[in-house]
Structures are given as C-alpha cells and as structure tokens.
C-alpha cells in the first residue's frame, strides 16, 4: 500500500511564495517518477510538473516555467514544488502522484493523469490579488 501527503498549502498574496512537500510512505521513490498536478474549481485536473526517478529530468507546463520548481529528496521519500511569484491564476488544489514502475519518459508520459497509480489527498493553495 503506497500512501502520498501533501502539505505545505495555503492563502498567499500575489507574488508571494510557497513551498508544497510530498510524502510518501508505504514503498521507497527511488524507482518511481513522481509529478504535482492541480485542479482549480470547475476545471480539469492539469500537470503542473514532474520530476524522473533519478531527478535529472524535470518537465514543467508553460504556465509555470521560471516560477516553479520541482525537487526530490529519495532519501526522506518526499518530493517538493517551489513556487514563486504566484499569481491569482495558480489557486488550486495541488495533488502529487506517483505510478508504478515508471522512472522517467516524455512530457506526454508524465502529463497523462492515467500515467498515475497513486495519488494524495491534495492541498489548497490560494493565492489572492
């Protein structure tokens, strides 16, 4: 049984920061890929950016390059986002996932939501003008 936490959610003003972690228990990352997806109200959930086993790969939506980044520590099995100078646009429900056997790929691979066997309980974030 794999189990992911999110934390780190909550209200910041425009151009403030904040910093999500994901936990995982259950089974060791360092053979998983893992990526942070959001979904805003009303909306799909969307890829927001993923990261490879290894770390050395990293892939990110257009909304969010130079603003966000993704890192992982597989000795602590989390995973972080950093996000910087948010904007109202990014308020959302943050979700990490992970999926079994996959250690890396294309964008299109880690951009599926169906990539994904495991997935966490998600966090808001708010960001207010």
């Known amino acids: 049984q794999v189990e992911l936490v999110e934390s780190g959610g909550g209200l910041v003003q425009a151009g403030g920061s904040l910093r999500l972690a994901c936990a995982v228990s259950g089974r060791t990352l360092t053979s998983s890929a893992m990526a942070w997806f959001r979904q805003a109200p009303g909306k799909e959930r969307a890829f927001v950016t993923g990261i490879s086993w290894s770390g050395g790969i990293t892939y990110y939506a257009d909304s969010v390059k130079g603003r966000f980044t993704i890192s992982r520590d597989n000795a602590k099995n989390t995973v972080y986002l950093q996000m910087n100078s948010l904007k109202p646009e990014d308020t959302a429900v943050y979700y990490c996932?992970?999926?079994?056997?996959?250690?890396?790929?294309?964008?299109?691979?880690?951009?599926?939501?169906?990539?994904?066997?495991?997935w966490g309980q998600g966090t808001q974030v708010t960001v207010s003008s």
């Open positions: 996932a992970a999926a079994r056997g996959f250690y890396s790929g294309t964008y299109s691979d880690f951009s599926r939501v169906h990539t994904y066997d495991f």
